[in-house]
């Protein structure tokens, strides 16, 4: 069983940015990776990125690549999401997600991860 608890959510102008945090607990032995997604109101969860936990892989949507950037510190099992020149469309509750056995075709789509955390807002104001 592995918990996720993001935090480092917050209100901020178009421009500036964020750093969000994924703690894991539990047991995060064997491969895995570990992923953001976000939900804006009315809309479906969306992937943002991934990283596989042992080679460090990235993976971006199109939407934030170039602005955003994944990253894990393996001593605390946690990821991050260094969000920079944030939009107003980045708009959105955020989560983490982790999965074990991920392979690469399937790392931006939430059916490959099996633990969620309870999401942390990311707000961009005009």
């Known amino acids: 069983q592995v918990q996720l608890v993001e935090s480092g959510g917050g209100w901020v102008q178009a421009g500036g940015s964020l750093r969000l945090s994924c703690a894991a607990s539990?047991?995060?032995?064997?491969?895995?990776?570990m992923g953001w997604f976000r939900q804006a109101p009315g809309k479906e969860r969306e992937f943002v990125a991934a990283?596989?936990?042992?080679?460090?892989?990235?993976y971006y949507a199109d939407s934030v690549k170039g602005r955003f950037s994944i990253s894990r510190d393996k001593p605390t099992s946690t990821a991050y999401l260094q969000m920079n020149s944030l939009k107003p469309e980045d708009t959105a509750v955020y989560y983490c997600a982790a999965g074990r056995g991920v392979i690469l075709s399937s790392i931006a789509t939430m059916s490959a991860y099996n633990y969620w955390g309870q999401g942390t807002q990311v707000s961009v104001s005009s």
């Open positions: 539990g047991s995060t032995s064997g491969a895995y990776a």
């Open positions: 990283i596989r936990w042992s080679g460090g892989h990235t």
